[in-house]
């Protein structure tokens, strides 16, 4: 069965960092792009980064650049999202997804807040 | 950035109501390589989205096949021939021909 759980979550103050897991099961994980997605209360899908298979390359919204980093750990079947300079506009549900022919599984997410 | 344009915002249905959902591109979502990256998402009260359909009209393993994608180009549609109360919830839209991927704003379902 394939499983996607995020870890790391919290509430943090602006201009902290912070850094998700996202621990994969019941796939390839190195043979897979991974992606982090957010969805800010009561608002709809945003995508935040991407990474290829190998973890090669990393892909991200303007809104993030610079300030996101998103890597893979193959050996560990675990991804990372580390957030730097948190703004409270990065306060959201984030989700990991495996990307295949599409966004086929999601992890249940895990809530960041930044506040002061 | 492609906008993707949904509409309604949201549809009220009755069991058993046939049902579609519009999502309109600011741009042809035709890739170089002839695939169109076009998907549609579920999203029920707090749960993570599912994927429904991809590549505009292929069905995700294991989901209902009252389910159905169609479109090219820009135009898109998604129809739910024969709601059923599991059904309802946010509908997105999502494209991937374009970096950087972008999300529809959503079509809430809501059962009457």
């Known amino acids: 069965e394939v499983q996607l759980v995020e870890s790391g979550g919290g509430l943090v103050q602006p201009g902290s960092p912070l850094k998700l897991s996202c621990a994969a099961s019941?796939?390839?994980?190195?043979?897979?792009?991974l992606n982090w997605i957010r969805q800010a209360p009561g608002k709809g899908l945003e995508w935040v980064a991407s990474i290829n298979p190998d973890g090669s390359s990393t892909y991200y919204p303007d809104t993030v650049k610079g300030r996101f980093v998103v890597s893979k750990d193959n050996a560990k079947n675990t991804g990372y999202l580390q957030m730097n300079n948190l703004r409270s506009e990065d306060t959201a549900m984030y989700y990991c997804a495996r990307y295949n022919k599409g966004f086929d599984y999601w992890g249940q997410g895990v809530m960041v807040t930044v506040s002061s | 950035d492609v906008v993707l344009t949904q509409t309604p915002p949201t549809l009220s249905a009755t069991i058993g109501q046939s049902v579609s959902i519009s999502c309109r591109s600011s741009q042809s979502l035709l890739h170089s390589n002839g695939n169109t990256y076009l998907n549609w998402l579920l999203q029920r009260p707090g749960q993570p989205p599912q994927l429904l359909i991809y590549l505009v009209s292929r069905l995700e393993s294991g989901v209902p096949n009252r389910f159905s994608g169609s479109g090219s180009g820009t135009d898109f549609t998604l129809k739910i021939s024969g709601v059923e109360a599991e059904d309802l919830g946010v509908y997105y839209c999502v494209q991937s021909t374009h970096a950087p991927l972008t999300f529809g704003s959503g079509t809430k379902l809501e059962i009457k």
């Open positions: 019941g796939f390839t994980f190195s043979s897979n792009w």
